[in-house]
């Protein structure tokens, strides 16, 4: 089947940087694109999928029309959204991710994940943020935060994360301890220093009013008028886990964000965010939100590559958790247990 799509404006945006756009299209709609004169597109194809990509420029063009303007970036991000659920249509996923202003940043969310995320975060006390690398979890988690306390609904900000090295191990670092914790916060730092001023943020460090502290510190604190994020939670223990949740004081907000296939605890140690999950799943007020490779927003590599990881472990059965430690080897009924060697002492005779 043919079809012609007229685009009036915007033909720019909608090919996107080396045709990323159109290419997206294309691949996943299984579709052949071909620009006309007159800047008009003609798509060929199954019709099924001929119809769907009609539906999704017709509410790209209308959208354009009516003066939104699409960053780079945003209308790829939207495109892997609405051409993966024919039940999503372009318009509905541009109007429901309003943008909102967080500090100095204005930012929308780019998926229907997203989306939830931040809705649950607005209306539950306790929220998880599940899911792969690039999802935008802490970034959306630390936006949030920065909002609920410039528009005084909290009177501080404290974020944490476990002190864990990713599979390596940096021996004695120098420094005093805030130097020797801060390589792992950087990433903390980096969403406030998007969002705040700089030297704004150094006073608010300063004063306390935000707090970037390890895990560890957490222990005997009760954290009122507070917004907590707890990042990288999959390398909590449950023990760490059940501490930082009981944390939470009056009204607080607690956010746990982690990626449940980039665990770094040692072998044998079962991740406090697995544990969490099966213990608190369907507790009133609090809120699981899980992403996937789709809800990727960095490079579109990255989402491939997050697919192709887990597709392995589908394949191989890695990097699951068993929720029970394994009992010892059992011995075999027929088997002889060894004897344990006996050693004589050697007298030793009375010096003369």
Known sequence: MKSCVQISRGIESLFGTRDENIRLLESELSLRTRLMDGDSLELEGEEAQVRQAERILGDYVNLVQEGHVFNNG????????????????????VESGRARTFGKKVLAPKTVNQRRYMDAIETHDLTFGIGPAGTGKTYLAVAMAVAAFLNKRVSRIVLTRPAVEAGERLGFL??????????????????????????????????????????????????????????????????????????????????????QTQVDLPTGKKSGLFHASEVLNGVQGIAFVNFDERDVVRHQLVQR???????????????RQLPLKLAADPIPENSVEPTPAFVERPEISPAA
């Open 174 to 259: 120098p420094g005093t301890l805030q130097e020797k914790i801060d390589p792992y916060l950087r990433p903390l730092y980096d969403a406030l220093f998007d969002m705040i001023d700089p030297e704004k943020v150094e006073k608010l460090l300063e004063r306390n009013t935000i707090e970037i502290a390890p895990l560890a510190f957490m222990r005997g604190r009760t954290l009122n008028d507070c917004f907590i994020i707890l990042d990288e939670a999959q390398n909590t223990t449950a023990e760490q886990m059940k501490m930082v949740l009981t944390r939470q004081g009056f009204n607080s907000k607690m956010v746990v964000t982690g990626d």
């Open 74 to 93: 945003d209308l790829n991000s939207y495109l892997r959204v609405v051409t993966s659920d024919p039940d999503v249509s372009l318009r509905r996923l």
């Open 305 to 319: 590559i997050v697919k192709a990881y887990d597709r392995y472990d589908e394949m191989t059965g890695t990097g």
